[in-house]
């Protein structure tokens, strides 16, 4: 890229937090930063101390880049912090896990319970030979038992490793064999929209395509194995694959029979608690180290300063725990803060378009975590499905996983939120561990489509392609009051953090080369970034998206924030395709709601209401009507594909798409349309 990236976007809504909700809130004096950047390290500590340590830290960072150790010396245990540690008082009947299976069947699960829960998980796993050190892979479905199973194992100083249950054979096998796995803890199955998903069959698949390090297989019941109905539906025998008496072992012949008391393992602060795989663009999945203070540390501190989280709360993280956001925000955060957290293990639309406002009316859910591919799904939908429910216990709104495109944000606000409720919109990766960019509910002025600013104690700069950092200066003005001009490049962390990722499993020259060469002693997000007259953080895309238009290098957010901003359109993913003349042409596939028909004369209304919203050098050479976008398993658009679309290519690797016949139908679509 030759050129920083160009700012064209401008949105200048601005909404304060309300008086009320500073009133109440956690944390309402702006001097935190001051304070918290004045000495990270020591502002950490604080945090770190707010755990129970079996053995307190002699050092609390050990910086050598890119390698990080933080709170060293100190030992303790993340399950005894997310459990035990609540117990003996009145937390102990508090609801911990609030659950709706698909087929609508609940259960609920006190502190107390989870504990006995997890202590027989615990010492099944020891019955079946897992020890401190050994890795475990979990490819279940959203039930109680993926939490119970991730904390036994955080239990027994075991390291986790949660496959998401949408992924193939193909992608388990991969990841059970990076890490030389000793245990697969699966189930018969899970339902996702009125289906069962065999997971079992597709382990056994995984299993016989070579796994030589998997001694065990322990299966629970979800879907029901042959003989026993869930809720009334009949069990297909499919759903338990092949019974292989060697290997496999039933939950419920196991875990049920374990006495509840097992003890915590004290771990070092640095001793793997997880490896969790990111699919990265190119090349074999990445699998993320986590380690064990420092992260629970950050996810601590995160999850009640930016959630302003209060005992009464009832937290909803709808990502699946498969996903890092499921980790942080569904299993560590907010049980070290003893929270009441609600799992729902099926899809929004079954059995219709409010079940997710349904589950907030049900369970009187007060804060909501989601994607913006959800939110701009449920704005296709429609109004009137959270216009059936009570929504009136919601206090607070977040999102995380892509940029937010500012109508969908107001959308969420206005609809979901009815003005009443902060929306934090919180930016942060895999190999972050926590959130990072975010705002404060109670001392930040939110703006729509900006992640606003860093986390206090947290360093983020923004560099042009020379390795220039062009925030300081910036920063330096906004805090003179001069509003300078915006600015865009290349996000970048300038210090560690607690909840970082310790490296790339079994691939240091990896972990270097993937975040640390670019810009030396700093972190490389992959993500482009802009920061405003005010010094907020919008986050413009990753960086490999961005287009190289006429010399000029734009952010597919920005023009699919135009687009989404019409009437018309529902969801946009905007690519830059090759062009003889300017290098790179805008071609942008669109979404159009129900309420609106396509025709040629939307396209071209659609082409010039983007260059009269972000400037003529944005015009889209191409829309192009879909009924569908081609997105990852978790929900982010493929634009990579959509590349290779538009420029007539044979598809690259679509093995992480949800659904591969999306972008075939693209195809068809764009060929028709050229020819
Ligand atoms: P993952 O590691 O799969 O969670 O993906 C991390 C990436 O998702 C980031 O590098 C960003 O590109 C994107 N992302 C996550 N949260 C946000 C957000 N709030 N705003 C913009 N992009 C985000």
């Known amino acids: 890229m030759p050129e920083t990236i160009q700012v064209l976007l401008d949105e200048t809504r601005s909404f304060p937090p309300s008086a009320e909700f500073v009133e109440q809130a956690n944390l309402s004096d702006p001097g935190i930063y001051d304070h918290a950047n004045g000495d990270p390290v020591a502002f950490w500590e604080g945090w770190a101390g707010a755990l129970d340590w079996v053995e307190r830290w002699h050092t609390a960072l050990e910086w050598n880049p890119p390698n990080a150790k933080w709170f060293l010396g100190g030992k303790l245990n993340a399950c005894h912090n997310c459990v035990d540690r609540h117990l003996g008082g009145p937390r102990s009947a508090k609801r911990a896990i609030v659950w709706e299976g698909e087929p609508g069947d609940t259960r609920e699960i006190t502190y107390h319970e989870l504990r006995d829960e997890v202590c027989r998980v615990a010492n099944s796993l020891k019955e079946l030979g897992v020890g401190k050190g050994d890795r475990v892979c979990l490819y279940m479905p959203m039930v109680p038992e993926l939490a119970i199973t991730m904390l036994a194992c955080a239990r027994i100083g075991a390291p986790h ?35 069962i998903v065999p997971l079992k069959h597709i382990a056994d698949q995984a299993l016989a395509m070579g796994c030589p390090s998997i001694e065990k297989v322990l299966v629970m019941n979800r ?108 299993v560590y955060g907010p049980m070290a803060n003893a929270s009441t957290v609600v799992m729902y293990e099926g899809t929004p639309d079954t059995p219709d378009k409010d079940r997710f406002w349904r589950v907030i009316e049900r369970h009187k859910v007060s804060v909501l975590y989601t994607a913006p591919t959800a939110i701009r799904t449920f704005m296709k939908w429609g109004a009137e499905y959270p216009d059936r429910c009570d929504l009136s216990s919601l206090r607070l709104l977040g999102t995380v996983g892509e940029p937010i495109n500012p109508e969908a944000w107001i959308w ?140 000029h290098n734009i952010s597919t957010m920005e023009v699919e924030s135009a687009l989404v901003d019409h009437p018309a359109v529902a969801e946009a993913a905007v690519i830059g395709r090759a062009h003889e003349i300017k290098g790179q042409a805008i071609a942008a596939f669109v979404i159009i709601r129900s309420s609106h028909v396509a025709s040629e004369a939307l396209t071209e209304e659609l082409k010039s209401h983007v260059a009269a919203k972000i400037g003529p050098i944005a015009r889209p050479d191409d829309v192009i009507v879909a009924a569908e976008l081609p997105k990852t398993r978790s929900g982010k658009i493929m634009r990579r594909l959509l590349r290779d679309v538009a420029e007539g290519r044979a598809l690259g690797d679509t093995t992480t798409l949800a659904d591969p016949a999306v972008v075939a139908a693209l195809k068809d679509k764009y060929e028709d349309k050229e020819s």
């Not at 002025?445 to 104690?457: H, I």
């Not at 990753?542 to 238009?549: G, K, P, S």
Request: hydrophobic share 35%; charged share 20%.
């Open 161 to 195: 490793s949660v496959v998401f249950g949408g992924f193939s054979a193909e992608s388990l096998w991969e990841r059970i064999n990076d890490l030389q796995a000793k245990l697969l803890v699966t189930a018969d199955g899970g339902w996702r929209r009125g289906h």
């Open 223 to 330: 879907a029901g194995v042959p003989g026993t109905l869930t809720n009334g539906v009949p069990t297909p025998d499919y759903a338990t694959g092949v019974w292989n008496e060697q290997i496999d072992v039933r939950w419920s012949d196991l875990v049920p029979r374990q006495p509840k008391e097992c003890p915590c393992e004290p771990m070092d602060s640095e001793d793997l608690l997880f490896v969790l795989y990111t699919s990265g663009s190119t090349g074999k999945p990445k699998g993320i180290v986590h380690t064990t203070g420092g992260y629970l540390t950050q996810v601590l501190a995160t999850t009640k300063w930016v959630f302003d989280l209060k005992e009464q709360d009832v937290f909803w993280c709808t990502a699946d725990i498969g996903w890092v956001t499921g980790h942080s925000y569904v």
């Open 412 to 551: 969420y606000h206005e609809t979901i939120g009815k003005r009443q409720c902060p929306v934090v919109d919180t930016w942060w990766q895999t190999e972050t561990g926590a959130i990072l960019i975010t705002p404060m509910p109670g001392i930040v002025a939110t703006k729509p489509g900006s992640a606003t600013r860093p986390f206090p104690g947290i360093g983020a700069a923004i560099m042009d392609d020379g390795g220039h950092d062009v925030s300081a200066d910036h920063i330096g003005r906004v805090r003179a009051g001069l509003r300078p001009a915006p600015v865009g490049g290349f996000l970048v962390l300038t210090r560690p953090w607690p909840a970082m990722t310790r490296g790339i499993y079994g691939d240091p020259q990896r972990f270097f080369d993937t975040y640390w060469a670019r810009f030396p002693g700093r972190y490389f997000t992959g993500d482009g970034a802009k920061l405003d007259e005010d010094g907020y953080f919008w986050l413009l895309g990753r960086v490999d998206d961005v287009m190289l238009v006429a010399g």
